[in-house]
């Protein structure tokens, strides 16, 4: 049965949550890979709205295994919060484990971050201010405590955090030392004691598990988080998040590695949004920016904070496809575009100042800020598609907007979703059932 990775595509809030909440439904497992409770998974299902942060999308199906796995950061408050609110309305979260080898997000990495983004006063990255930033720096710099450290004999977890506040005494003022609760030695010990009692249920050598599963041949699902231009390789660098959001990272942060992957969706909304800082070349600050903020709801699912709003920019769309080595795209939010009488897909950019065109990403962040989108136009829909579930039964001008998509990324789109739920879904290719539908029909390929 095939493996498959879902990762975000633009800056994040593409819709990942529904697409590994549809295709669930086929699979045995899913892992969610890196990040941490930065990320905000939204799933619609029967009229109720989930919101998952750490926990994988795929935890309303009793059926599939859910793992969060070894590459991401856990807040156990923020994790605990998650898993008594879907106890709370009926799940009984069986299906739920989480990796003795991710890394554990503590209260100092949170304050360690405020600092810095205080500091940084109009040059702030906009975090999410949960902690991510430090507790990867933390893990990189081999400083980090994982979540098997929180079950080591006792006095080697306290000979730990020793090393690690001595590490922090260098990074922050000595009276937050002092004063912040959790960040004593013996506050740390307590919350550290608490957070192994809490987590114990669910925590297991996830690399063993994911291998029994692959070994009896169980469809995984490989959920990320954040998207392909907030990774710390690939994005906009400093403006990204602090891990690997693209399908490497899947496999560094579940333990399987490339050989085993049989696709890769990469989920695109039908427009782009970015949520904090950070250079966007096709943002609109007219009245279509305001449609697709309002008719798309576009407000951080983590922060509430609204997120900004452009044109589809397919010079961004064909990167991701490349260092994602993306099989199909999935294109979200087609339903926002209704009613705009005309679509705009950036195709290239030109440098403000030397008139340069560009095709490709830069890299320079300076040069991103000084380049103009070149748009090619295109006509929109005047109808609503939100009931729509065939490709067929798209209107001509929605399939001739997929297609050119599709053409300008060199990808064929599988799935098309028109609506928050479930079932306001086109699937063309279900990569987890291995079935075509439509799409070749359709022309989208
Ligand atoms: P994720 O972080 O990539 O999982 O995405 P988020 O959950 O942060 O944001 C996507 C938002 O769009 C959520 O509120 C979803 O319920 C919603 N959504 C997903 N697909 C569609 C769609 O096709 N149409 C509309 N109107 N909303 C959608
Ligand atoms: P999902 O998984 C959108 C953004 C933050 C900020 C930058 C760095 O829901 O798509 P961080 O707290 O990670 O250090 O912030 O990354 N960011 C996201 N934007 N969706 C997300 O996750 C994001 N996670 C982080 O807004 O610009
Ligand atoms: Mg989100």
């Given at each position: 049965m095939p493996n498959v990775i879902v990762v975000g595509a633009q800056w994040g809030d593409e819709g990942k949550a529904k697409v590994i909440d549809l295709l669930s439904a086929d699979a045995r497992v899913v892992v969610r890979c890196q990040g941490g409770c930065n990320a905000g998974h939204t799933v619609k299902h029967g009229g109720k709205t989930f919101k998952f942060h750490l926990i994988p999308s795929g935890i309303l199906y009793a059926d599939t295994l859910c793992i969060i796995g070894n590459g991401t950061v856990i807040d156990p408050e923020v994790l605990m919060a998650e898993i008594a609110a879907l106890k709370a309305q009926g799940y009984n979260l069986d299906n739920l484990k989480l990796s003795n080898r991710a890394h554990i997000t503590l209260p100092i990495h949170k304050l360690q971050e405020k600092n810095v983004e205080d500091s940084l006063a109009d040059q702030k990255i906009g975090t999410t201010l949960k902690g991510i930033g430090p507790s990867y720096m933390d893990k990189v710099g081999r400083f980090g405590l994982r979540v098997c450290d929180l079950y080591a004999p006792s006095e080697a977890l306290a000979e730990r955090l020793r090393q690690i506040l001595q590490h922090k005494r260098g990074l922050l003022p000595e009276d937050q030392l002092m004063e912040e609760p959790g960040l004593t030695m013996d506050s740390l010990m307590v919350w550290c004691q608490e957070a192994a009692e809490n987590l114990r249920p669910y925590v297991t050598d996830t690399i063993s598990l994911v291998h029994d599963r692959l070994a009896q041949k169980q469809s995984m699902l490989f959920e990320g988080a954040q998207g392909t231009l907030l990774d710390v390789d690939y994005g906009t660098y400093p403006f990204v998040t602090s891990s690997n959001a693209t399908t490497g990272g899947a496999c560094t942060g579940s333990g399987v590695g490339p050989t085993r992957i049989d696709y890769s969706i990469g989920v695109m909304k039908g427009y782009v949004t970015r949520v904090g800082e950070g250079p966007f070349p096709t943002e609109l600050d007219d009245a279509v920016g305001t449609h697709l903020s309002q008719v798309g709801q576009e407000f951080g699912t983590t922060t509430g904070r609204a997120r900004r709003c452009g044109w589809f920019d397919a010079v961004m769309a064909r990167y991701s496809v490349q260092v994602n080595g993306l099989d199909g795209l999935a294109m979200?939010?087609?339903?926002?575009?209704?009613?705009?009488?005309e679509l705009k897909i950036c195709v290239g950019y030109r440098h403000k100042a030397t008139g340069e065109r560009m095709e490709t990403f830069p890299a320079q962040l300076e040069t991103l800020k000084q380049v103009e989108p070149i748009y090619e136009t295109m006509p929109g829909w005047q109808t609503e598609i939100t009931g729509i579930t065939e490709f067929d039964a798209l209107p001509t001008p929605a399939k001739n907007y997929l297609q050119r998509i599709s053409d300008l990324c060199q990808c064929p789109v599988a799935i098309v979703s028109v609506g928050p739920e479930r079932n306001q879904t086109i699937v063309c290719h279900n990569p987890i059932l291995e079935k075509t539908l439509s799409v070749q029909k359709a022309g989208i390929t």
């Open positions: 979200t939010k087609l339903d926002v575009l209704d009613g705009l009488s």
